[in-house]
């Protein structure tokens, strides 16, 4: 027998086992589903919303996954709600629908209207009083939306899964006696049961979520940890389960403007983790920039411009050196001053250079073309397709000048 021969008595040999085995596991129950062969359905992401942040949409792929459940938490005051606007946004320029839960009874449809988001179109906001009543909307939402002939992408967010008690925290008077255990248990059956929903959903769910300080917090091991490992979200770990993406957004410090006593707090700085994906790159980290008001160029919200090219220098990309700055003293006369600067090589004799991150910025945004070749660096840089911790630039290489800012020799120092 020859060895085609031998393969296709082996293949049928083998269809007729799965056949059989098909049929023995459908007797266990109605509801179970087998699949072989071409009978297996298609569970590849079908589309991504684009997140305000080029590095974000790097580390997931190019974007939050569509069909999929996906988690943001963090501390207070962290940026998680400007986030969810920013990204409705996106979604409705996009031509989606928005289904916003508002379970924090602190919906600001200002902050709402300066990210973009058009509230008197396309966009439904809710309010329920407990977490079964909120899976149960959402999913007759998700019903609703596949018995509609026009694809219309549906993007569902919930603000917030720890301002949501269980039904039972409001009418039994003896719920906090097993408050932490019975919420999590909630939230674990509730989302098994939806995330079976999901698979056949055009929405895509966003759910906020805070975290608390672990219990042993105060123990000999928490010496060791990192401010990031000290907290957890709300809800337990099977929460996570059932999550496709996992997004950690944690606050680090202030952005400030002015000099002396007159700085002024315009925004906040902070990290990103990505601690779960499914979909992409995980255990991604990087920097964010967010602006409440900055009076100086009026720009609001997630800066993503800044935020990349903090990600560049955070992983050794855009370099400090030494630059001559021309500045005009009182008396109108120009004078030269070395000053420290940061450079990003973007091709083999091309820099892109500036005296800060903010500077640098403005000049992003007034130069697309030169947008374009920085993103390109930082999918380079994050897909590992270069190595970061290789020199980009040879010590010998004539560096670039302008009128305005030129690289130092190395005697032109100053103390």
Request: net charge neutral.
């Amino acid at each position: 027998m020859t060895r085609k021969k031998k393969d296709a008595a082996e293949n049928d040999r083998n269809e007729d086992i799965f056949a059989a085995l098909k049929e023995t596991l459908q007797k266990i129950s109605p509801d179970l589903q087998v699949f072989y062969g071409k009978e297996v359905p298609e569970m590849d992401v079908t589309g991504r919303i684009p997140t305000p942040l080029t590095v974000l949409n790097v580390f997931l792929g190019g974007g939050i996954a569509r069909g999929r459940i996906t988690e943001i938490y963090g501390g207070s005051g962290d940026g998680k709600t400007a986030f969810i606007f920013a990204l409705q946004a996106i979604h409705q320029k996009m031509g989606g629908k928005i289904l916003h839960w508002d379970l924090e009874t602190s919906m600001n449809s200002g902050q709402a209207v300066k990210a973009g988001v058009d509230v008197t179109r396309g966009w439904l906001g809710c309010r329920a009083t407990c977490i079964e009543d909120v899976f149960s909307g959402m999913d007759r939402a998700i019903v609703s939306m596949d018995s509609l002939k026009d694809d219309c992408p549906l993007l569902i967010t919930w603000d917030s899964l720890a301002a949501t008690p269980p039904r039972k925290a409001l009418e039994d008077e003896k719920y906090e006696d097993e408050s932490t255990y019975y919420r999590a248990r909630v939230i674990s059956r509730c989302l098994n049961k939806f995330a079976a929903a999901m698979t056949r959903a055009k929405a895509t769910v966003v759910i906020v979520n805070q975290t608390r300080i672990k219990v042993e917090h105060n123990s000999y091991k928490a010496r060791f940890q990192t401010e990031e490992d000290k907290v957890t979200p709300i809800g337990g770990k099977a929460r996570e389960y059932a999550m496709t993406t996992c997004i950690q957004i944690t606050r680090k410090g202030s952005i400030c403007h002015g000099e002396g006593g007159r700085k002024t707090k315009a925004g906040i700085r902070g990290h990103i983790y990505i601690t779960k994906n499914r979909e992409g790159i995980p255990f991604g980290k990087f920097p964010y920039r967010y602006y409440f008001s900055d009076l100086a160029t009026g720009r609001e919200g997630f800066d993503d411009e800044e935020s990349t090219l903090a990600y560049l220098q955070e992983v050794g990309v855009l370099e400090d050196c030494k630059a001559v700055r021309k500045y005009k003293t009182k008396t109108g006369a120009i004078q030269e001053r070395t000053v420290k600067a940061l450079r990003l090589k973007l091709e083999e004799d091309k820099y892109f250079t500036g005296f800060s991150l903010h500077e640098m910025a403005e000049k992003l945004r007034a130069t697309p073309e030169v947008w374009k070749q920085v993103q390109e660096k930082v999918r380079i840089v994050a897909l590992g397709l270069d190595l970061v911790g290789k020199p980009l630039y040879d010590e010998d290489d004539p560096q670039p000048g302008t009128d305005d800012l030129t690289i130092a020799e190395p005697g032109d120092e100053e103390s």
